[in-house]
């Protein structure tokens, strides 16, 4: 599975992006999904995932009424859309996928497919 985020940019404090990660090779509608961040200088973090049929979804606290993760299977695509975006919400996004899982949680050794990342950069 090859996973290609896309969607990131330079926004103001505030604003919205959507970001959304496309697969190939193979379909993920048999596979959990999650978006991860890492910010300059820290360690990779869990941001929110998604459960294989898209009933059931978690967040970091701190994004939590302000994100929402969704998917569409017949795209084989995920989202990740972000409101009110903060300055310290800027970071490197990535998106993940555990293959032939029907929730795939919060821990990044979880997940065998990893997108290239798209850079978020929130200006104040």
């Known amino acids: 599975v090859q996973l290609q985020a896309s969607g990131g940019g330079l926004v103001q404090a505030g604003g919205s992006l959507r970001l959304s990660c496309a697969a190939s090779g193979r379909t993920l509608s048999r596979a959990g999904m999650g978006w991860f961040r890492q910010a300059p200088g820290k360690g990779r973090e869990f941001v929110a995932a998604i459960s294989r049929g898209g009933t059931y979804t978690d967040y970091l606290d701190s994004v939590k009424g302000r994100f929402t993760i969704s998917r569409d299977s017949a795209k084989n695509t995920l989202y990740l859309q972000m409101n009110s975006l903060k300055p310290e919400d800027t970071a490197l996004y990535y998106c993940?996928?555990?293959?032939?899982?029907?929730?795939?949680?919060?821990?990044?050794?979880?997940?065998?497919?990893w997108g290239q990342g798209t850079l978020v950069t929130v200006s104040s």
């Open positions: 993940a996928a555990k293959s032939d899982a029907i929730w795939s949680g919060t821990y990044r050794d979880r997940y065998d497919y």
